[in-house]
């Protein structure tokens, strides 16, 4: 049988690619492999659109002409605590020959003696149209990196082979703009933006906006950050976040490192946007009773109630709403377990009805801001799960919204103009790869003007 040959054009491949694309959807694999001979070190293959249509149809095509078998259908495998590869294959429903054939095509590429627990992969089975006997195994699937998959797979002749596709993998930055449409979480993510980049923007924010309150429906958002991509477009590392903007609001990474070596960030102006305490110490949660005269949900009359309630569920995080050393660490009556923290300059904030502290509380230690110091409950007089919020001032509660509290350090001289370069950079990137319009909602690859998928 001739085999396959990646450098000769693929066109004449067009045929069999039609008459593959049918098993290939039943396969559901997504594989981007052929094969090698069995127990054959294997072989690396550069991704090529056109090749990889023809690798495919060599490799699953014989799936439709294998006599007595339905056609093959896709089984995604996890392998359990204590279970060998084998039995992780055998599971798949093949006989426990074909299990130990593949286990041995697969010896040459990984190890498969030491493997843990939940690694995962895909085979590609079909039943015998009699019913009687064990299914056949055409094809298996596993990722062995971010980048890199293995395949092995059953050729016309029935004989089982290996093949290794390592994807290039770039580095790049990506401007994903768009309109919030429910959570700021699902809103950026919806745009191609990962967990870690979400996660950045939302802490960034946190010190201007209050998520629960200030966020509509349609207002506008846009960042650009670094991250690694494959050939086939799948982001496999997210980086630094380099701009963020939300409803008008706009800041720029700028490297002058915080006191843990950070980045900083700075509005237009070049003034530093972390303010003195946090807007919002709990993340996604939202004000349900705020400074001043009301009913006590528990007690029943109306008192004075001295800071703000964020809802949110036990367990929540609690974040430190500024740099500072904890005052006290203890059960405080109606509060329940009350934490309270000094920052500079005669400021003090508060944390009521918490259900637990983070490891190491305790009174003399140092926090930074945005630092996990707590978790949201419902201690004390408290009608269900919350954080009462208070800030204090020379020993006296201030209201928490609209407290008049001190700003951030401004840039002047030669980092007022290093910054603005850096700031004219990245104004240029999304003047040039950042969508406008109505097709805002989609990712821009910078240098390209054209969206793609995450």
């Known amino acids: 049988?001739?085999?396959?040959?990646?450098?000769?054009?693929?066109?004449?491949?067009?045929p069999r690619v039609f008459t593959a694309l049918a098993g290939l959807a039943a396969l559901g694999l997504g594989l981007k492999l052929t094969a090698d001979d069995v127990k054959a070190p294997a072989e690396k293959a550069a991704l090529d659109p056109a090749a990889l249509a023809a690798l495919q149809h060599v490799a699953f095509a014989g799936a439709e002409a294998q006599p007595g078998f339905e056609r093959p259908e896709n089984v995604a495998v996890k392998v359990r605590p204590g279970e060998t590869l084998l039995g992780a294959v055998q599971r798949a429903g093949v006989a426990p020959e074909e299990a130990r054939q593949v286990v041995s095509v697969l010896q040459g590429a990984i190890d498969t003696v030491n493997i843990k627990a939940g690694m995962a992969?895909?085979?590609?089975?079909?039943?015998?149209?009699?019913?009687?006997?064990?299914?056949?195994?055409?094809?298996?699937?596993?990722?062995?990196?971010?980048?890199?998959?293995?395949?092995?797979?059953?050729?016309?002749?029935?004989?089982?082979?290996?093949?290794?596709?390592?994807?290039?993998?770039?580095?790049?930055q990506k401007v994903a703009c768009g309109e919030m449409n429910g959570s700021f979480y699902e809103s950026v993510a919806s745009v191609g933006g990962t967990p870690a980049i979400i996660s950045q923007a939302a802490k960034l924010f946190s010190h201007k906006i209050d998520f629960s309150r200030d966020i509509q429906e349609g207002d506008r958002f846009c960042l650009v950050f670094d991250r690694k991509v494959t050939e086939s477009g799948r982001t496999i590392d997210a980086g630094d976040l380099e701009y963020a903007e939300v409803k008008g609001q706009r800041f720029y990474a700028?490297?002058?490192?915080?006191?843990?070596?950070?980045?900083?960030?700075?509005d237009e102006m070049g003034k530093n946007i972390k303010g003195f305490l946090l807007r919002t110490p709990v993340?996604?949660?939202?004000?349900?009773?705020?400074?001043?005269?009301?009913?006590?949900?528990?007690?029943?009359?109306?008192?004075?109630h001295q800071g703000v309630d964020f809802g949110a569920g036990t367990?929540?995080?609690?974040l430190a709403a500024g740099d500072g050393v904890v005052l006290e660490a203890k059960r405080w009556g109606g509060y329940g377990n009350w934490l309270?923290?000094?920052?500079?300059?005669?400021?003090?904030?508060?944390?009521?009805?918490?259900?637990?502290?983070?490891?190491?509380?305790?009174p003399g230690m140092r926090v930074r801001q945005g630092q996990v110091v707590a978790y949201v409950g419902s201690t004390g007089l408290a009608s269900g799960p919350h954080l009462h919020y208070e800030i204090w001032l020379k020993g006296q509660r201030v209201n928490p919204i609209g407290a008049k509290v001190p700003q951030g350090t401004v840039l002047a001289g030669s980092e007022l103009a290093a910054f603005k370069s850096?700031?004219?950079?990245?104004?240029?990137?999304?003047?040039?790869?950042?969508?406008?319009g109505p097709d805002s909602?989609?990712?821009?690859e910078l240098g390209q003007g054209k969206p793609d998928r995450l």
């Open 340 to 362: 309270r923290i000094r920052h500079s300059g005669n400021w003090d904030t508060g944390y009521g009805h918490i259900s637990r502290y983070a490891p190491g509380i305790r």
């Open 1 to 14: 049988m001739q085999e396959f040959d990646p450098r000769r054009s693929a066109t004449r491949w067009a």
């Open 315 to 318: 367990g929540t995080p609690i």
């Open 422 to 436: 850096q700031k004219a950079r990245i104004d240029r990137m999304l003047a040039d790869g950042g969508p406008t």
């Open 121 to 172: 992969f895909e085979a590609a089975v079909a039943q015998r149209r009699s019913q009687r006997g064990p299914a056949r195994l055409i094809g298996l699937s596993m990722r062995t990196s971010p980048s890199s998959t293995l395949t092995v797979s059953r050729t016309f002749d029935g004989a089982l082979r290996l093949r290794e596709l390592e994807e290039k993998v770039r580095d790049e």
């Open 254 to 266: 700028f490297d002058r490192r915080d006191s843990e070596g950070k980045t900083q960030f700075f």
């Open 441 to 444: 909602s989609k990712l821009a």
């Open 283 to 304: 993340d996604g949660a939202r004000i349900t009773s705020v400074f001043g005269m009301r009913r006590h949900p528990v007690l029943g009359y109306t008192r004075a």
